[in-house]
């Protein structure tokens, strides 16, 4: 039985959405016009997706990927235009996939952010994590997986999501890095998701070719 699959592409840019190809399985969000209240805010990125109810979509395999995929990770041979078929290949139930691997994702974390490391150590003790730095992880917002794991990261990025924004708003404190002071909060809520799939110890990240 051929697995369903339901991909929404996100965009800040309306012109790069109409771009997307044309598919029953791929969803266009303009991140802009979200109606999520206080969370509308270009700080928090592609994550204002993430305060959708997914709980409706019924396909076997649930992601995200970006609307500008094919620049953003032109060294794959995966296209937008492929990506169903593709996940369509590879999916089984265990397995993630993911177009940019995390390995060692602690440490890389920290030599970009180095200021980030008290978050991530509350991160860590609040939601009763560990660091799992030797697991391969995921970066950015880029993934498909079964819609069990998929609900279940819902739940974590959002029980996570909340404590950090009722203790911070979206000013979270970094120290001064040398970064883009307005994606900081942008980065840190990401790594929630990476710190996700580095503790799923039952699922296996599969990098798309």
């Known amino acids: 039985m051929v697995p369903t699959v339901k991909i929404f592409v996100l965009s800040h840019d309306l012109a790069t959405l109409r771009l997307v190809p044309l598919s029953r399985e791929f969803e266009t969000i303009h991140l802009g016009s979200l109606a999520v209240g206080e969370y509308q805010s270009n700080q928090l990125g592609e994550c204002r997706a993430f305060f959708q109810n997914f709980s409706g979509v019924d396909a076997d395999f649930i992601g995200f990927a970006n609307a500008r995929w094919d620049q953003k990770y032109f060294q794959l041979h995966t296209r937008l235009h492929s990506l169903v078929e593709q996940t369509r290949r590879l999916a089984a139930p265990g397995w993630v996939l993911a177009p940019w691997p995390a390995h060692s994702w602690i440490d890389v974390t920290l030599h970009h952010h180095p200021t980030m490391k008290p978050l991530l150590d509350e991160l860590l003790i609040t939601m009763d994590i560990t660091k799992n730095n030797h ?8 993934f498909v997986c079964h819609r069990s794991v998929f609900l279940d990261w819902h739940r974590f990025w959002q029980t996570a999501f ?5 203790k911070y708003g979206l000013e979270l404190p970094f120290g001064k890095e040398g970064t883009d002071e307005s994606r900081h909060a942008a980065f840190f809520f990401e790594r929630i998701t990476t710190a996700y799939f580095a503790n799923r110890l039952d699922v296996r990240i599969a990098p798309f070719e």
Request: overall charge neutral.
């Open 135 to 142: 697991r391969l992880s995921l970066w950015a917002n880029d």
């Open 162 to 166: 909340g404590h950090f924004y009722s």
